[in-house]
């Protein structure tokens, strides 16, 4: 299941360090993958992620996990943005 991920985030190195060394790793173990990752042009504080998981279940396990969370808020990810699309293909 492919999906988009956009949210905030006050620096993307800053974000782009946690999550390629952090994250994907976590991703990956549950049966995930990372398409594309950037910012907007015009705005670096607007994050953009395609992924591809098992299912819907397992991006929800994600993102409601508590530890999970905490991660992305200390690499400045600012969750109460944070909006989830599912993509038909």
Same mark, same amino acid.
């Given at each position: 299941m492919i999906f988009l991920l956009q949210e905030e985030i006050?620096?993307?190195e800053k974000f782009s360090e946690w999550f390629n !060394?952090?994250?994907v790793p976590k991703i990956e173990a549950a049966g995930g993958r990372v398409l594309v990752q950037g910012v907007e042009?015009?705005?670096e504080n607007?994050?953009?992620l395609v992924m591809e998981a098992p299912d819907?279940? !397992?991006v929800g396990a994600?993102? !409601?996990d508590e530890e999970f969370t905490a991660e992305r808020i200390a690499a400045g990810v600012?969750?109460?943005t944070t909006q989830v699309t599912f993509?038909? !293909?």
């Open positions: 006050d620096n993307f !060394t952090e994250a042009l015009e705005n607007m994050l953009h819907q279940e !397992t994600f993102m !409601t600012h969750v109460e993509l038909q !293909t």
